[in-house]
């Protein structure tokens, strides 16, 4: 199971977030790629997107960490 954490901190725009990105793969041999996003300190929204392949999964994944990294997660 691959999981990645980031954090977008930003006092003066009362900016307080996290994103967490989880790989694993199911009882049915699919790829789950788990996303929970929200507010540091309180309960989060997930959701779950299956692939079929390992690589399929990454690519998301990869995707997903870019796209975040580039609004200012870290």
Same mark, same amino acid.
């Given at each position: 199971?691959?999981?990645?954490?980031?954090? =977008? &901190?930003?006092? %003066?725009?009362?900016?307080?977030?996290?994103?967490?990105?989880? *790989? !694993?793969?199911?009882?049915?041999?699919?790829?789950?790629?788990?996303?929970?996003?929200? =507010? &540091?300190?309180? %309960?989060?929204?997930?959701?779950?997107?299956?692939?079929?392949? *390992? !690589?399929?999964?990454?690519?998301?994944?990869?995707?997903?960490?870019?796209?975040?990294? =580039?609004?200012?997660?870290?």
């Amino acid at each position: 199971m691959t999981t990645v954490y980031l954090e =977008r &901190l930003d006092p %003066a725009r009362n900016l307080y977030r996290f994103y967490r990105l989880s *790989l !694993a793969q199911n009882l049915f041999g699919e790829w789950s790629l788990m996303r929970e996003w929200g =507010r &540091l300190g309180f %309960a989060g929204h997930v959701k779950l997107d299956l692939y079929d392949t *390992l !690589a399929a999964a990454q690519a998301a994944l990869s995707k997903k960490l870019q796209e975040k990294r =580039r609004r200012g997660y870290q």
